[in-house]
T-cell receptor, first 112, second 113 residues
Framework: DSGVTQTPKHLITATGQRVTLRCSPR?????VYWYQQSLDQGLQFLIQ???????AKGNILERFSAQQFPDLHSELNLSSLELGDSALYFC???????????FGSGTRLTVV | DQQVKQNSPSLSVQEGRISILNCDYT??????FLWYKKYPAEGPTFLIS?????DKNEDGRFTVFLNKSAKHLSLHIVPSQPGDSAVYFC????????????FGKGTLLTVNP
């Protein structure tokens, strides 16, 4: 157990729907990161939050949004889902600054 | 445009021998590099990192070498153990920290007993 909790582990939904992925960071970590891993791509950075504020943005689609709440948990909202959104979505957390993140075990999203 | 490239999708070595995993990058702004290991059904686990002010960093059986002029880094595992069998990702960032990592596509290492 890495200390980063992601729920749900698996999600199957239809095209056009909206889903919410949840992440609880490791205790004491203020930064939360979201990454997408699809079959033909490596891990792609989506977005980072630090203590409730957006800090960095990657190739995140406009249909996707995220937030970090006062208790530091984070949610990634994916709407108007398309087949191509099927992927593993990882959350990671860090105290911030240097060193490696701690990743959760991911949410596997399947859009049918 | 892939800024971090791991050109070998897979590598197979014998237990006890050295494993060498390679990574190339194109973005000259990258100044912080990391290696992650990933087992199936788990998230990536941080292994080791190196800043561009160094050319080598060691942690137990793992050593990362950085050749800035060649824009190349490598991870050496000595000696290799069957439990090291996993996918290894190289990652890089700019600005000297771990913000916004750019990952390679990974190399599957298999260590045979």
């Amino acid at each position: 157990d890495s200390g980063v909790t992601q729920t749900p582990k698996h999600l199957i939904t239809a095209t056009g729907q909206r889903v919410t992925l949840r992440c609880s960071p490791r205790s004491g970590d203020l930064s939360v990161y979201w990454y997408q891993q699809s079959l033909d791509q490596g891990l792609q950075f989506l977005i980072q939050y630090y203590n409730g504020e957006e800090r960095a943005k990657g190739n995140i689609l406009e249909r996707f949004s995220a937030q970090q709440f006062p208790d530091l948990h984070s949610e990634l909202n994916l709407s108007s889902l398309e087949l191509g959104d099927s992927a593993l979505y990882f959350c990671a957390s860090s105290v911030d600054g240097f060193g490696g993140y701690t990743f959760g075990s991911g949410t596997r999203l399947t859009v049918v | 445009d892939q800024q971090v490239k791991q050109n070998s999708p897979s590598l197979s070595v014998q237990e006890g021998r050295i494993s060498i995993l390679n990574c190339d990058y194109t973005n000259s702004m990258f100044d912080y590099f990391l290696w992650y290991k990933k087992y199936p059904a788990e998230g990536p686990t941080f292994l080791i990192s190196i800043s561009s002010i160094k050319d080598k960093n060691e942690d137990g059986r793992f050593t990362v070498f950085l050749n800035k002029s060649a824009k190349h880094l490598s991870l050496h595992i000595v000696p290799s153990q069957p439990g090291d069998s996993a996918v290894y990702f190289c990652a890089a960032s700019a600005g000297g920290s771990n913000y916004k990592l750019t990952f390679g596509k990974g190399t599957l290492l298999t260590v045979n007993p």
